[in-house]
C-alpha cells in the first residue's frame, strides 16, 4: 500500500512511518521541520520512504503527493505540552484548522480524480476534555460540553471535517485518538516556553519527561502538578503506531456514516 504521513518528522509519526516500512508499505512523508528542527531516522534512507521538505497547508504540494497514494494519513499539527497549549491558544486553533483544511481539500480531490481510499485523521483524546461521566464512553464527545482548550476543540473540529466531508463528497475516514504517548524521540520544541517548577526548568511540560528530569537534577521533595491524586494512563508510542497501522489495513475501521 502507498501511504502519505503529513507531520512525518513528529514524534508519534516517527513510531509510525518506522512500523509502516517494515510492514511492506511504501511511505510519503511531508514536513516541514517547524516544530523540533531538522531531524533524522534510521529509516531516512530505507527505498521505500520518500521524504519531502515541505508545508502540509500547502495544497499544490499535498496534491502532488495524494495523486499517487492509497490512504493519507493527517497527522501534521501544531502540539506541545499543558503550557504550550496556553501560550499558544489561537495559533493552535487557528494553524491546525488551516493544515486540516488543506489535508481535505487536496484528499477529497485525489479521491474525486485519483485513487486515495480514505483518510485517517488523527485526532486526540482531547475531544473528551470536558467530558462530565467517567469511565467516558465512546461517543461521549458529541453529548459532553466542547473541550476547554483551543487545542481540543481543534481536535474534536478535525473529527467534523471527516464527518462533513463524507457527508458531502463520501470520502471514508478513519478517526483515530491517541493519548498520553511516551517514548524516545520526542524533543523540546523550537518555541516551546520556558516553565520552571521549584528549581527546574521542565523540559517539555509533559508529565514523564519532566518528571524524569526533575529526579535527574535532585529535587527534592519533588514537584507535581495537582494534588497528586490524579490518575493518568500512557500509551507507548510504539504501540499507537501499531495500532494505526493496524486500523489504516483493515476495511473494518473504514467510517461511512
Known amino acids: 500500500m502507498k501511504i502519505c504521513v503529513t507531520g512525518s518528522a513528529g514524534f508519534i509519526t516517527g513510531y509510525l512511518v518506522e512500523d509502516l ?12 521541520f517547524s516544530k523540533y528542527g531538522q531531524v533524522s531516522h534510521s529509516y531516512d534512507t530505507d527505498p521505500n520512504y520518500h521524504f519531502i521538505d ?3 497547508k500547502d495544497i499544490g504540494l499535498l496534491k502532488s503527493i495524494l495523486g499517487e497514494v492509497d490512504v493519507v494519513v493527517a497527522a501534521a499539527a501544531r502540539i506541545g505540552g499543558i503550557s504550550y497549549f496556553h501560550k499558544y491558544a489561537y495559533d493552535l486553533l487557528a ?12 484528499a477529497l480531490w485525489a479521491r474525486r480524480e485519483r485513487a486515495l481510499k480514505r483518510i485517517v485523521v488523527i ?14 464512553p465512546e461517543g461521549a464527545q458529541l453529548t ?27 470520502l471514508p475516514y ?4 491517541p493519548f498520553n504517548c511516551v517514548g524516545i524521540g520526542e524533543g523540546r520544541a523550537l518555541n516551546a516556553p520556558t516553565v520552571l517548577s521549584g528549581n527546574v526548568k521542565l523540559a517539555m511540560s509533559h508529565v514523564l519527561p519532566d518528571l524524569v528530569l526533575k529526579v535527574l537534577e535532585g529535587q527534592d521533595p519533588l ?31 473504514v467510517t461511512m456514516t
Open 21 to 32: 516500512l517494515k510492514a511492506g508499505h511504501a511511505v510519503f512523508g511531508i514536513d516541514n
Open 123 to 136: 485526532s486526540s483524546s482531547m475531544v473528551f476534555e470536558g467530558a462530565t461521566v467517567f469511565p467516558t
Open 144 to 170: 459532553s460540553p466542547p473541550p476547554h482548550s483551543t487545542y481540543g476543540f481543534q481536535k474534536l473540529a478535525t473529527e467534523y471535517f471527516a464527518r462533513g466531508a463524507w457527508e458531502q463528497y463520501k
Open 95 to 106: 494553524e491546525n484548522e488551516r493544515i486540516t483544511a488543506a489535508a481535505f481539500d487536496a
Open 54 to 56: 515541505g508545508d502540509a
Open 174 to 177: 478513519t478517526i483515530i485518538r
Open 223 to 253: 514537584h507535581i502538578l495537582g494534588s497528586g491524586d490524579q490518575i493518568r494512563h500512557y500509551t507507548y508510542g510504539g504501540d499507537v503506531a501499531r495500532g494505526i497501522r493496524l486500523a489504516l489495513e483493515s476495511e473494518r475501521t
